[in-house]
């Protein structure tokens, strides 16, 4: 019980020596977001549905993981007619391919309190290599990781066909996380 | 002493015969593209669409602006009260449906989430947060109004018309100088 209390108040501090491991998400203070351009105007989106294991200890970065999975089909672009749009074959095709998965392969310290994260990310059946920059921060008994990388969505094959003119929907796609987990007892 | 003149400037016939090639072009263009089916093309259009309608809208500003600072000329005695009565109420109408119209496009592009950038270059701040009752409000009234708009621009123009054909007074010349 010491020992979980001195983590803890580490933790809160968010002293780098802190031994504290966060693994359980929190679903609902959790998000992934993203953005688009659409004739220049930026559009936001999310994800609804994702799965997330985690695991991070920010005295042991190098030992870290993370590894995501999420439902294509709880894609809210923000209007209906997108939504029904996005899941059909030209875009997500997601009766063929319903989740898009990440699994960090390394994890960086950056200094300070931001980090990196490297891993492959598979959507509609592709893979890239990608690298997320991150910043951690303990709130309470709770680490929040909040991060921002871009992708090519023509590298994945969303919005083929005549959705691949990019002066109408631009190739760069920014994603966006904020994942609040739990400190593992 | 104020004079009234017997012209319009032609900073003010400029400005209405751009505001009215605008809205020649956003009226059909908005009718065209709402029924069709989600594509690149639509979104291009929806664009070029909103672009023109926000210059309608400033324009409509510049008028305003200098109507204000520009007596226009009088109405031919010739017209009675109630034809310039009619004339002069049909021109405040126009007028307000000019800030209307876009202004109702505006606050729907708000509402839906979707931001306005104009020419793909200039963001203008969303009037409203996201909202689904008021996306639906704003797009009924944009229709309504703009219906509303291209009703009391047939009536202008053929007023405009019935100045030329039937009452040769000289009116519609006065906008349109090249009649003389
Ligand atoms: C003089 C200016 C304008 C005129 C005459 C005009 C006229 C119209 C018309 C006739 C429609 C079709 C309505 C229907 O049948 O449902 C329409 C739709 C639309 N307008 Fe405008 N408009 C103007 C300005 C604007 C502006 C400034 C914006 C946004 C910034 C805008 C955004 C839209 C949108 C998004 C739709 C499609 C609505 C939908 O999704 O059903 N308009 N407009």
Redesign the interface.
């Known amino acids: 019980m010491k020992i979980l209390v001195t983590a803890l108040a580490a933790a809160a501090l968010a002293l780098p020596a802190a031994a504290v491991e966060y693994g359980t998400l929190d679903p609902a203070k959790s998000s992934l977001a993203f953005t688009s351009k659409q004739m220049g105007v930026p559009v936001d989106g999310k994800f609804n549905k994702f799965k997330v294991a985690l695991s991070f200890d920010p005295a042991a970065v190098q030992k870290a993981s993370a590894g995501f999975e999420l439902e294509i089909a709880s894609i809210d672009t923000g209007s209906k007619e997108a939504n029904d749009e996005v899941v059909g074959k030209d875009w997500f095709n997601a009766k063929q391919f319903p989740t898009a998965v990440f699994k960090s392969t390394s994890v960086k310290a950056l200094g300070g309190n931001r980090f990196e994260v490297t891993g492959p990310l598979t959507i509609k059946g592709r893979t890239q290599n990608v690298t997320a920059p991150f910043t951690y921060k303990a709130d309470g008994a709770n680490g929040v990781f909040e991060g921002a990388f871009t992708i090519k969505r023509l590298q994945f094959g969303i919005g083929e066909g005549p959705w691949g003119d990019t002066s109408t929907v631009a190739d760069d796609v920014q994603i966006k996380f904020r994942l609040v987990a739990a400190a593992r007892k | 002493m104020t004079t009234t003149p017997t012209q319009y400037t032609r900073t003010a016939i400029a400005l209405h015969w751009l505001i009215a090639l605008l809205i020649f072009i956003a009226f059909p263009v908005g009718l065209y593209m709402v029924d069709l089916p989600?594509?690149?093309?639509k979104?291009?259009i929806i664009?070029w669409h909103k672009w023109a309608g926000i210059t309608v809208l400033a324009l409509v500003l510049v008028r305003i602006l200098w109507r204000a600072t520009h007596r226009p000329p009088a109405l031919p005695d010739s017209m009675s009260r109630i034809e310039k009565l009619a004339a002069q109420g049909a021109h405040h109408l126009l007028y307000l449906l000019m800030i209307a119209v876009p202004m109702a496009g505006w606050l729907m592009s708000s509402a839906?989430?979707?931001?306005?950038?104009w020419f793909?270059?200039l963001?203008l701040p969303d009037l409203i947060g996201?909202s689904e009752s008021l996306a639906e409000f704003f797009e009924q009234a944009h229709e309504i109004l703009a219906w509303l708009m291209a009703l009391i621009v047939v009536v202008h123009a053929a007023a405009a018309v019935k100045h030329h054909f039937a009452a040769r007074d000289g009116v519609l010349a006065r906008m349109l100088p090249r009649l003389k």
């Open positions: 989600l594509s690149p093309q979104l291009k664009s839906k989430g979707f931001p306005v950038v793909g270059v963001p996201k």
